[in-house]
């Protein structure tokens, strides 16, 4: 059964630096693409960050690149995002997703993956 299960949301001031998890199983961790989306209240989910299967390549929305680093451990089944900088804008649930595509494939679809977690709330105060 494939799980994934976020961690590391919260509430932080503007400017500040959250780390968020992703513990993977249930699925051959090395094999697939992972992906952060998020949803703020009224939108969309869509995607915010991805990195292929190795690590090697990873890809990122205009509106937070610069500020989020997606970076991944195969050997630990584990995904991760860094997040500095933050703004109000940031504010939403965060998801963790899974994906045998490539990374450029997941990301250019922006909305849809395989797999996903529960998310985790990233609430920014001004």
């Known amino acids: 059964q494939v799980q994934l299960a976020e961690s590391g949301g919260g509430l932080v001031q503007a400017g500040g630096s959250l780390k968020l998890s992703c513990a993977a199983s249930?699925?051959?961790?090395?094999?697939?693409?992972m992906g952060w989306f998020r949803q703020a209240p009224g939108k969309e989910r869509a995607i915010v960050a991805a990195?292929?299967?190795?690590?090697?390549?990873?890809y990122y929305s205009d509106s937070v690149k610069g500020r989020f680093t997606i970076s991944r451990d195969n050997a630990g089944n584990m995904v991760y995002l860094q997040i500095n900088s933050l703004k109000v804008e940031d504010t939403a649930v965060y998801y963790c997703a899974a994906d045998p595509r490539s990374a450029r494939a997941l990301y250019s679809d922006g909305v849809s993956s395989e797999y996903w977690g529960r998310g985790t709330q990233v609430t920014v105060s001004a």
């Open positions: 990195i292929n299967w190795s690590g090697g390549t990873t």
């Open positions: 249930g699925f051959i961790f090395n094999s697939y693409t």
